[in-house]
């Protein structure tokens, strides 16, 4: 595909905690950074998301007495996976990765802000009501299809991808510039099932040599 005026990059919590080393790595996560600044050049458009979690946070295991990181509770928006404490507000681990090229990006959507409410879509929070302001953003710009990479691909990527889609958006996941957590307690893995959800939502895959 040739990226046109209608056409926009959404890069997805590529950030330090999610790195090796980070607070939740993503398995390979430092290995998104090269593909997606390859492909930048090709899109006029370009937006990043980033985790801004409080102190605290309800998506956060330390805030549940006696559970466990990757447990799953069910709050008043839904069920929640648990989650190592990550991405804080200010600190290193929130801050994008090392090498990340964010100069070409018009557009910094900052999610989980709300202590009680978390929030893996760029579009929309955890308890499925809550915009973020993002479809808005596009449209005014005369966005028409929303091409995603970045982290984590069975967690902020499928969710971002399936709330474009509801929102009225073409929605692309470039398979080379995105990497999975797979959490091992869920039937299957994560991986899978968010692969096999995209698909049948009408979520595209391509390559970054679909976007030379």
Same mark, same amino acid.
């Given at each position: 595909?040739?990226?046109?005026?209608?056409?926009?990059?959404?890069?997805?919590?590529?950030?330090v905690d999610f790195l090796p080393g980070g607070a939740l790595p993503?398995?390979?996560g430092d290995a998104v950074v090269r593909p997606i600044n390859a492909i930048q050049g090709a899109f006029r458009h370009v937006a990043l998301t980033q985790d801004w979690?409080?102190?605290g946070h309800v998506s956060f295991a330390t805030r549940h007495s006696g559970r466990a990181p990757?447990?799953?509770i069910t709050l008043t928006a839904g069920e929640q996976t648990l989650w190592p404490d990550h991405c804080v507000q200010g600190t290193p681990g929130a801050g994008f990765a090392p090498g990340l090229d964010t100069s070409r990006a018009a557009l910094v959507v900052r999610k989980g802000l709300t202590p009680d409410l978390d929030s893996y879509s760029a579009f929309l929070?955890?308890? %499925?009501? /809550?915009?973020?302001? #993002?479809?808005?953003?596009?449209?005014?710009?005369?966005?028409?299809?929303?091409v995603l990479c970045g982290l984590a691909t069975d967690f902020c990527v499928m969710w971002s991808a399936l709330d474009a889609r509801e929102a009225g958006f073409e929605a692309l996941v470039v398979e080379d510039a995105v990497a999975g957590i797979d959490v091992p307690s869920l039937a299957g893995g994560s991986l899978?099932?968010?692969?096999?959800?995209m698909e049948a939502a009408?979520?595209? %895959?391509? /390559?970054?040599?679909? #976007?030379a």
């Open positions: 595909m040739i990226p046109g005026p209608a056409d926009l990059l959404l890069v997805v919590d590529v950030q993503v398995p390979d979690h409080p102190p990757y447990e799953t929070e955890a308890d %499925r009501t /809550t915009r973020t302001g #993002l479809a808005g953003a596009l449209a005014e710009r005369g966005i028409r299809r929303v899978l099932a968010a692969w096999a959800r009408g979520i595209g %895959r391509i /390559t970054v040599a679909d #976007l």
